[in-house]
């Protein structure tokens, strides 16, 4: 019984407890000849609610923890012998896993019977053969200890899926029948439904502080992980980044770390002015009729997804910013570079600054602007010398929101800014970025516990904590300034 | 005068003339005035020409990938070949595989020359059955498998012509790049003219983009949407089952129940924070716990979904408290006093009122995240799916792609081709973008009330 038919049964349970629960309540009531407290619904719901919240959080809690704990179980019976000089601990459970799949694949197929494969054994049939029949590829052949680590990891999850299956549904019965058999007449239905729906609707909003943690404990983890395999010191403050496949490699933040900032730098060069001044002019000079066909049309550009940029980098101003400026000014002949990704994220960033900026200019009261015309001051001047400072913090604010923005976008530098990671101030050369190497190490055929791929998650940890940084910075800016004119 | 230049020279300036005329000093003024606003409405023309520009280069490039250069052909279905026994036995004919069937291409195709008489000049019998498509077997296999009473007879079957031919049809390929290209001849492209002025090759709408799986490197003719498009619809179906009423849930005890302490404090700067978290981090969080923890698959719209669910959460929490927001108070307030419970309340009026508002959002949220590429990188959809997911809900666990990133793995190979189908392939979600906010600003026109 896999998870969803569980679940399935448990949703039809619930439904049986609503009907059950309604019944007894009116048959109840009329035996006694009382009022019911609450509308009959509500005692239904009760039990409808008895019945599968308890079971849900159940199954939810013995699907997170199973893994674990099977996995700590099997690890601690595969003696050290089996596992090959210079390998890890992990990379033979990893094998285990995949053999149990395969197993289950030979068994699910019709090729063994389960009898069969509690007598089989590693070093007498050919497992390996056995496997790849069904398309499950091993490196090398098994080692009977592995074997039987397989064998018995895939026995103790059976019975561990049994037990779950009987624990939960347990859990639905009886808490289900617990709630029915409390159903009277007098009892407040509808204030046990009720406290019952507000702890789930509580429930639900702790998912943001559960999203939060997951981000924050799967970067941290894999990332104390890595320095314990890659020093830190070198992570941080080496100036070279080069990758190898079979280890020793050179994984240094800093050209990377330079990449993220040149085109950031280049992104806001074009997203700031041109921003502020679309947002300048739609405030103070447009017209209702172009205020009302440019604004929208310019809040498009937010809507488009990054990919489109990304093509767009990729095809149309790569190549002209190659043919047309590199080139003939002999500054690069490549056509990903930090001028295309720049130029084409500035593109991006520009609807981003102008509404932010938009809503400030908006906010600044009327009367400093009235102010100012009644001496004298132009319109221009009146923008430059009295709105540009009153509205100065929520400007820097949504730059920084820019910023940040810049900083973790991922499919412009990776299809625009190129792959080569270097220190270099020619806008028109190839550079790279956290989020282009995030990418081409966890895409990669590397093995997962190498530095080569949880260096991805130190590089993760670093633009979480940049962007994070940013964010807060500018959310207490504008809030602070916000507070100014209210 | 003479003494009063003494003076400075903005009093010179002010005393020199008449009020009617301006000074050079207010002049100067009005010219800085103009320039800032010459400058603002180049900045506003710059945004709408960078939307034009991206709009145009992707449908330039686009556009020609939802037409497809076929060959139509009668194929002889030789029974000798396809089903030695004769018993149409579909088990028999599946162990037949695309190196019988190209022949019989290859073969019609040599006939049609024959017949009609067309010159082929310096072309080798390989470079003239270079013209078709390497997938064109494979689909010949298929339409047979999909009917064997069709063997011993001939079919009149529209062969896909290779990549290259089709681009001479959409100008990609000229004559003169055909010399430099190792895998056409400008001799190909002439007996392709030829074919056309026979009437037998003719361009038209390509329904294959749209459902056809991906294909290889070699064959961009039949790449298609098809598994693509599927992938995101699994993955957007899950994302609106999670998100909608989880995220529906936690705006109304935020917005209606929580008390203003520090937990409640701690869940609000919490979802304004992962709002802004890049979405990589997030793919990041779904490889790490949704497939090397939970064992989930890759590659499987499951993960991408919940990825993408957690990521919407935000979206439509924000969008759903301002819709709840904006109920006015008085409805809450005539609830609660004819006798409804606060839970009542809201499920009976409030929250019904919100609900354009809170539909708006959650298409919103939606679009945002069909257009999603980064995370999904990261959990392994990127790879090479030829296959069909099956249907919910197993299928949410076999592989899929998905439209974006699709177009990333299309501008990967080698193919200039390739690159003409990305684009196409971003018209598609640029279509269904369109279709999504166009639905989300008629519910907001159509029933959203202004108290």
């Known amino acids: ?486 | 005068m003479t003494d009063m230049t003494t003076a400075s020279p903005a009093a010179v300036a002010r005393n020199a003339g008449s009020l009617l005329e301006h000074g050079d000093r207010t002049r100067n003024r009005h010219a800085s005035e103009r320039r800032f606003r010459i400058l603002g409405l180049i900045a506003v023309g710059f945004g709408i020409l960078a939307l034009v520009g991206l709009l145009t280069s992707i449908l330039v490039n686009g556009v020609s990938s939802f037409r497809q250069t076929y060959v139509t052909l009668d194929v002889q279905l030789d029974e000798a070949k396809l089903d030695k026994t004769g018993n149409r036995n579909t088990e028999e004919l599946r162990k037949v595989t695309t190196f019988v069937y190209a022949p019989l291409i290859e073969k019609a195709l040599a006939q049609f020359i024959e017949e009609r008489g067309i010159a082929v000049e310096g072309l080798t019998k390989k470079d003239v059955s270079g013209i078709i498509s390497k997938e064109a077997p494979a689909s010949l296999r298929s339409v047979v498998l999909a009917d064997p009473s069709k063997i011993g007879g001939t079919v009149s079957f529209d062969v896909l012509t290779d990549g290259r031919i089709d681009g001479y049809y959409k100008g990609r390929v000229t004559m003169a790049s055909a010399e430099l290209d190792r895998n056409v001849s400008p001799a190909q492209l002439k007996l392709a003219d030829a074919l056309k002025d026979a009437g037998a090759l003719n361009t038209r709408f390509n329904w294959d983009f749209l459902t056809a799986p991906d294909a290889s490197d070699t064959r961009p003719e039949a790449a298609g949407l098809g598994v693509a498009i599927l992938g995101s619809a699994y993955m957007m179906l899950i994302v609106l089952a999670l998100s909608l009423p989880i995220g529906v849930a936690a705006s109304i005890y935020l917005e209606e129940f929580a008390p203003s302490n520090r937990i409640t404090d701690t869940i609000e700067v919490n979802i304004a924070n992962l709002a802004a978290v890049p979405s990589i981090v997030f793919g990041i969080l779904g490889l790490a716990v949704f497939i090397n923890y939970a064992g989930l698959p890759q590659s499987a719209p499951v993960v991408g979904g919940l990825v993408l669910m957690l990521m919407t959460l935000p979206t439509i929490i924000i969008a759903t408290r301002a819709a709840l927001k904006a109920v006015p108070p008085s409805i809450r307030e005539a609830a609660l006093g004819i006798g409804a419970s606060k839970m009542q309340t809201i499920f009976h009026h409030v929250l019904p009122l919100a609900a354009p508002g809170i539909l708006t959002g959650t298409i919103i949220g939606l679009a945002q995240a069909l257009g999603e590429t980064a995370p999904l990188l990261l959990i392994g959809m990127v790879a090479f799916v030829r296959e069909y997911p099956s249907a919910p809900p197993e299928g949410f666990f076999d592989p899929a792609s998905a439209l974006p990133v699709q177009v990333y793995n299309w501008t990967q190979r080698g193919d200039p081709a390739f690159v003409e189908r990305a684009s196409g392939a971003i018209i598609v979600l640029l279509i269904f973008l369109v279709i999504m906010n166009g639905l989300a600003i008629l519910l907001r026109r159509r029933f959203e009330r202004r108290w």
């Open chain 1, 1 to 486: 019984m896999t998870p969803s038919i569980l679940a399935l049964i448990v949703l039809a349970l619930m439904v049986v407890g609503y009907i059950l629960g309604r019944q007894r309540a009116l048959s109840l009531a009329k035996r006694d000849g009382v009022r019911l407290h609450s509308l009959p619904g509500y005692y239904g719901q009760s039990v409808a609610l008895f019945t599968a919240v308890p079971a849900f959080v159940l199954l939810g809690v013995w699907l997170f923890l199973q893994p674990v704990l099977i996995e700590n179980q099997i690890s601690a019976t595969i003696p050290d012998s089996a596992i090959p000089e210079g390998g890890a601990r992990s990379l033979v459970m990893a094998d285990v896993r995949r053999i149990a799949d395969g197993l289950d694949l030979v068994v699910e197929q019709g090729n063994i019977s389960e009898d069969d494969l509690a007598v089989m054994r590693a070093d007498i049939s050919n497992v390996r053969s056995r496997l790849a029949e069904v398309g499950v590829a091993l490196g090398s052949n098994v080692q009977p200890a592995v074997f039987e680590a397989a064998k018995s990891y895939r026995s103790i999850g059976k019975t561990a899926s049994f037990w779950r299956n009987i624990a939960v549904l347990a859990a639905a019965l009886g808490s289900g029948f617990l709630a029915w058999s409390r159903v009277r007449p007098a009892m407040r239905a509808r204030n046990v439904s009720e406290t019952f729906i507000r702890a789930l609707l509580m429930a639900s909003s702790f998912i943001a502080i559960l999203t939060t943690f997951g981000i924050v404990a799967s970067l941290l983890f894999e990332t104390i992980h890595f320095f314990r395999i890659y020093p830190a010191k070198d992570f941080f403050f080496s100036t070279i980044w080069n990758p190898q496949f079979r280890g020793g490699s050179d994984l240094g933040i800093l050209p990377l770390l330079w990449g993220t900032f040149y085109v950031s730098l280049v992104a806001l060069l074009l997203a700031v002015p041109v921003g502020l001044m679309i947002a300048i002019y739609l405030a103070e000079y447009a017209g209702k009729s172009l205020r009302s066909f440019a604004k929208p049309a310019i809040e498009i550009l937010a809507g488009i997804p990054t990919i489109v940029y990304g093509l767009f980098a990729l095809i149309t101003v790569g190549p002209f910013l190659r043919d047309w400026i590199a080139q003939p000014l002999g500054l690069g002949d490549s056509s990903s570079s930090v001028m295309t990704a720049g130029l084409v994220m500035g593109i991006m960033l520009i609807p981003f600054v102008s509404s932010l900026s938009d809503d400030i200019i908006n906010a600044v009261p009327q009367s400093m602007r009235d102010g100012s015309y009644g001496l004298g001051a132009t319109q221009s001047e009146t923008i430059k010398k009295v709105i540009m400072p009153a509205a100065l913090p929520g400007i820097v604010g949504a730059i920084l929101l820019a910023a940040s923005r810049a900083i973790g976008e991922t499919m412009i530098v990776v299809m625009g800014a190129g792959a080569a990671a270097r220190l270099d101030v020619n806008p028109f050369e190839a550079m790279t970025t956290v989020t282009v190497k995030i990418v081409s190490q966890l895409t990669g055929d590397t093995e997962f516990a190498s530095p080569e791929t949880l260096v991805a998650f130190a590089l993760g940890l670093t633009l979480f904590v940049f962007t994070l940084g940013l964010n807060v910075l500018a959310l207490y800016i504008v809030r602070k300034y916000r507070e100014q004119y209210e």
